[in-house]
């Protein structure tokens, strides 16, 4: 039988990033109707682990708002993940906290961090379009830093921003070329405070990203359909599993809200998938 795997985003630290990335809510340019807080209290974020453990995920990814890493959100991110670590076992622990050097993500690692999330977001075409405060490259860089200090790395993309399907073949690869253990494939999900206004993306352009997403990867790999899913799959959540995707996130994304676990459990089963419990896909 086909095994599932889950994965929980927190949100450490939310809402408060100076970027000007046209498809997120956290950057305070636009306003976005969202919660926006600094640090959350570790003992809060270990709370909520064990809930998703209880839930059934396997991979916890601990986010921060923001471009990149300093020096407080290493220590706190660590800190984080040293609490977690002592108090819930089994869990793969992701961290997502933007542009890192190898010292930052060495450091990280020794403090308990498995892997790290960060995402090419578009093609390296498009990707002026959406954000004209870093480059694609640094995010690029971010992915290879990952690698070489042996984290495992989880990088992928948001596909519906207006971009034509040639960036979306231009992402796939760029993915691909990194080797990554997980993907995460996102669909927009369009809010009105944002200036990207609408999702030029259906449903059967989601199935054949999966689809060549799988076949670039390779069999072995996390292929997880992330933000957007609802959107785009309520009801219709075996076309994906059967494109190819063996992963999905539970609960709540960063600003917007996910289906209660317990309904993604019922749907797995439903579809005659099991909920994985060991990270290891071979
Ligand atoms: S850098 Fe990250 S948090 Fe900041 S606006 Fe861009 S995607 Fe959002």
Request: charged share 25%; hydrophobic share 35%; with cysteine.
């Amino acid at each position: 039988m086909k095994q599932i795997f889950l994965c929980a985003i927190n949100n450490i630290l939310s809402g408060t990033c100076k970027e000007d990335c046209k498809f997120c809510t956290q950057s305070v340019r636009y306003h976005a109707d969202i919660e926006r807080y600094n640090y959350k209290d570790i003992s809060d974020i270990v709370s909520e682990a064990k809930l998703a453990k209880k839930h059934g995920a396997l991979g916890y990814c601990l986010v921060t708002a923001g471009k990149g890493l300093d020096d407080k959100k290493v220590d706190f991110v660590a800190r984080a993940a040293q609490a977690i670590k002592s108090e819930v076992e089994g869990l793969n622990l992701i961290a997502c906290n933007g542009t890192a050097t190898k010292e930052q993500l060495t450091y990280l690692k020794n403090h308990g961090i498995d892997s790290y999330n960060h995402n090419l977001e578009t093609s390296e075409r498009y990707y002026a379009d959406i954000c004209q405060t870093h480059a694609w490259s640094e995010r690029y860089s971010t992915c290879e830093n990952v690698r070489s200090v042996g984290l495992t790395l989880c990088t992928g993309g948001i596909f519906g921003m207006g971009e034509t399907s040639e960036d979306r073949d231009e992402l796939l690869k760029s993915i691909a070329s990194l080797s990554p253990e997980s993907t995460p494939l996102n669909f927009y999900h369009p809010n009105p405070a944002l200036p990207i206004k609408t999702r030029n993306i259906e449903l059967e352009e989601a199935i054949t990203i999966i689809t060549k997403a799988r076949t670039l990867l390779g069999e072995e790999k996390l292929l997880m359909v992330a933000g957007g899913r609802e959107l785009l799959f309520n009801g219709q959540e075996n076309r994906m599993f059967e494109a190819g995707a063996n992963a999905i996130v539970i609960g709540d994304y960063l600003t917007t809200a996910g289906l209660e676990p317990n309904k993604d459990r019922d749907m797995l089963e439903a579809l005659g998938y099991e909920v994985a419990t060991s990270c290891d896909t071979h």
